[in-house]
């Protein structure tokens, strides 16, 4: 064994007077990776189950193994109740075997993305393996400031005496999912000020609860987009179905996914409407938004590209307002975006970027058309594409020393495609069929 390491409440610092839970993770040097791990815990959790049972009789409190449900899973942690004394509560112990994927690691730096990288290669289920990231998970919490871990005593207070016990029966978000979603609102709400009032936190924890369909929360502080393959996955995680609250110690974990939020939302709605939550101005309270601004990078031909903010339920319309104050456009402004390995899409006036899936750094093109012109695409053998304003009646010819004049290859060395045939610089657009928005693929002569 390498080491063992405190979770759950008490390793983070959120332990209830009367409620308490423990983790305990045993990183083991039999594991030198995450497939190791799914391949042998479960032989492990057996031999664990086997001495304590075996032992338990001898001991000065009471052990009671809590039955695993029949699934036909291997098991990742064995569960079971410790009783110090007759008359005291009994605690719950979960032991987690795990794979020390941190066992070089400084809590107060970004780990390598080389082990985020084998972690979603490594073809595990969701969270499948946030056990080895338990270090991180409580520094994240344990790390903020004291009163706003009182918070988190007074959202997790509710969770447990008037949610759980009502929906004892259904799949509720874990714990977890609403200690993120309260340090989230406290950081947006207050700017990480450690002085706030708490009745106003716990408000707008409940008013985040109630518009859980639009949530989308992510941390970067110990992984981000830098890496390729984090990267990808990062993207195609933040489009799932919202709720969506990435585990900011695992990707893979999405807390917010396959829960019953709609039960969480009309139990946030009774609560506000108690004389406790009442408040005679409300927009003297936190102001949270589901998701953090985006930061939109917007390139145009021939200027330097430029960098604001962007609500992501925002109307796209009222995102070219912005850009047209900036670089004043007389025409029709066009704007797109390519994901990597993707088609370029225009984005649509009457859409917002969470519309697209776009939560995070996002490059999109502005290009600015006069009618009949149309807007074509053009895209290179990397894979990316250019947008181009043209008129329909446009040769092949003209849009190849658009491309030229855009920083392309000279007219001579193109060979435009279209649907898998050669055009030739004679032929018109409109006689091709090329409409607005089609793209055409460039290669360059050798």
Request: with cysteine.
């Amino acid at each position: 064994m390498r080491k063992t390491l405190q979770g759950g409440s008490s390793g983070k610092g959120t332990t209830l007077n009367y409620s308490s839970d423990v983790d305990m993770v045993l990183f083991l040097s039999c594991f030198p990776s995450f497939q190791d791990q799914a391949e042998h815990r479960g032989l492990i959790i057996s031999f664990i189950e086997e001495r304590l049972t075996q032992y338990s009789r001898n001991l000065a409190y009471s052990i009671t193994m809590v039955p695993r449900r029949e699934t036909s899973r291997v098991p990742r942690s064995l569960s079971f109740q410790v009783q110090p004394r007759r008359n005291s509560e009994a605690i719950g112990v979960d032991v987690l075997p795990a794979y020390d994927a941190l066992r070089h690691f400084c809590p107060d730096s970004k780990p390598s993305p080389e082990i985020y990288e084998d972690l979603i290669t490594s073809g595990a289920t969701p969270g499948e393996f946030s056990p080895s990231f338990t270090e991180l998970q409580r520094h994240f919490v344990k790390s903020r400031p004291v009163k706003l871990k009182d918070l988190l005593r007074l959202v997790k207070h509710w969770y447990l005496q008037y949610l759980k016990p009502k929906y004892q029966n259904s799949a509720l978000p874990p714990k977890y999912a609403l200690e993120l979603l309260t340090i989230y609102a406290w950081e947006i709400g207050t700017d990480k000020s450690d002085s706030f009032n708490l009745g106003e936190g716990f408000r707008a924890v409940m008013e985040l609860l109630i518009d859980y369909e639009n949530i989308c929360i992510y941390w970067t502080k110990y992984y981000d987009f830098q890496n390729e393959t984090v990267r990808i996955y990062l993207k195609q995680q933040l489009k799932e179905c919202r709720p969506v609250i990435l585990d900011p110690a695992d990707p893979t974990n999405n807390l917010g996914s396959k829960k019953r939020w709609d039960l969480v939302a009309r139990e946030a709605v009774r609560c506000l409407r108690q004389a406790c939550c009442w408040t005679e101005d409300p927009s003297q309270g936190w102001h949270v938004q589901p998701a953090r601004d985006v930061q939109v990078t917007v390139k145009k031909a021939g200027e330097e590209a430029w960098i604001f903010s962007v609500n992501p339920y925002r109307r796209i319309w009222q995102m070219k307002a912005k850009i047209k104050r900036t670089w004043g456009f007389s025409g029709q402004q066009r704007l797109s975006f390519q994901e990597p390995g993707g088609e370029r899409h225009l984005l649509s006036n009457r859409h917002t970027l969470a519309y697209y899936g776009i939560f995070s750094k996002v490059s999109v093109w502005v290009l600015e058309t006069f009618p009949p012109e149309i807007q074509v695409f053009v895209k290179d053998s990397s894979g990316q594409s250019k947008p181009y304003a043209v008129h329909p009646e446009d040769s092949i010819r003209d849009l190849k020393e658009k491309i030229e004049e855009g920083g392309g290859p000279y007219v001579e060395d193109q060979v435009l495609k279209f649907q898998n045939r050669i055009l030739w610089n004679h032929r018109s657009l409109s006689d091709l069929q090329i409409k607005d928005c089609d793209t055409v693929i460039l290669v360059k002569r050798n």
